[in-house]
């Protein structure tokens, strides 16, 4: 049914910046809350950042408070996460989460790689 689908990832330099993007083409995600996820080689998967269906609502994790933005445009079906003054260990596969009431789907994940 729902999956989401992010883009944006790649590979930047120490300090550099990325926007990851999700959204879906088969249904509206104005809905859902959405979370941001992440998970390094080796590590549990761990929250990023989410959002509520509104978008009134957004919490960051301490580790990427004031680096990374979340947000959301109900207009064109699809969340951000702005992500500045990127580190290496921001390097993991990142993950979008939909959720709504019993329902919650997850994205197939994207790649991001600081290094110099």
């Known amino acids: 049914q729902l999956q989401p689908v992010e883009s944006g990832g790649g590979l930047v330099q120490p300090g550099g910046s990325l926007r990851l993007s999700c959204t879906a083409s088969?249904?509206?995600?104005?809905?859902?809350?959405i979370g941001w996820f992440r998970q390094a080689p080796g590590m549990e998967r761990e929250g990023v950042a989410c959002?509520?269906?509104?978008?009134?609502?957004?919490n960051h994790a301490d580790s990427v408070k004031g680096r990374f933005t979340i947000s959301r445009d109900h207009a064109k079906n699809t969340l951000y996460l702005q992500m500045n003054s990127l580190k290496p260990e921001d390097t993991a596969v990142y993950y979008c989460?939909?959720?709504?009431?019993?329902?919650?789907?997850w994205g197939q994940g994207t790649q991001v790689t600081v290094s110099s």
């Open positions: 989460h939909a959720l709504f009431g019993p329902n919650n789907y």
């Open positions: 088969n249904i509206s995600l104005n809905s859902y809350g």
């Open positions: 959002i509520s269906s509104s978008g009134a609502t957004r």
